[in-house]
């Protein structure tokens, strides 16, 4: 396998682990981060497409569309009381200075975001 294909593969081999392991699961949600697209630390539009496809059965229409647009996306869990909603970050944009406009714009967007969900009396979780 070359490094794209390698990368794809252990996410599938991941997510069919995590459905053996918590069959009653009903939302596997991606995360993008350092080793998780090809090249390593990398901004790719079909890698994320890639990702979307293995893990983002669970997303609405629009953390689907947001994911695959830049990466990071905010998925309310359904059935919480109280509100509860996933923030999920791309940590390459926070951590690599070739990202960091894109790193700046998903700050803006988290400041606003968890600002809102929490006007509205939602809880946060925030992964990244």
């Known amino acids: ?12 081999e991941m997510g069919r682990v995590a459905r053996s392991a918590f069959p009653r699961v009903r939302q596997l949600l991606p995360l993008v ?16 497409d890639s990702l979307l ?3 983002g059965t669970g997303l609405s229409r629009q953390a689907a569309s947001d994911f695959a647009l ?8 359904h059935a ?11 940590t390459n944009a926070l ?7 894109a790193g700046e ?7 606003a ?5 929490a006007a509205a009396g939602t809880s946060v979780l925030l992964a990244g």
Not at 1 to 12: I, K, N
Not at 80 to 90: E, H, R, W, Y
Not at 95 to 101: G, K, R, V
């Open 53 to 55: 496809r293995l893990w």
């Open 95 to 101: 951590a690599l200075a070739h990202m960091a406009t």
């Open 33 to 48: 981060g350092n080793h998780d697209t090809w090249p390593y630390f990398s901004d790719d539009v079909q890698m994320r």
């Open 105 to 111: 714009k998903q700050l803006v967007w988290l400041n």
């Open 1 to 12: 396998l070359d490094g794209r294909e390698a990368v794809l593969a252990s996410h599938a």
């Open 80 to 90: 919480t009381q109280p509100p509860l909603s996933l923030v999920a970050m791309d």
């Open 70 to 77: 830049r990466g990071y996306y905010e998925e309310q869990i």
């Open 113 to 117: 975001t968890v600002g809102r969900l």
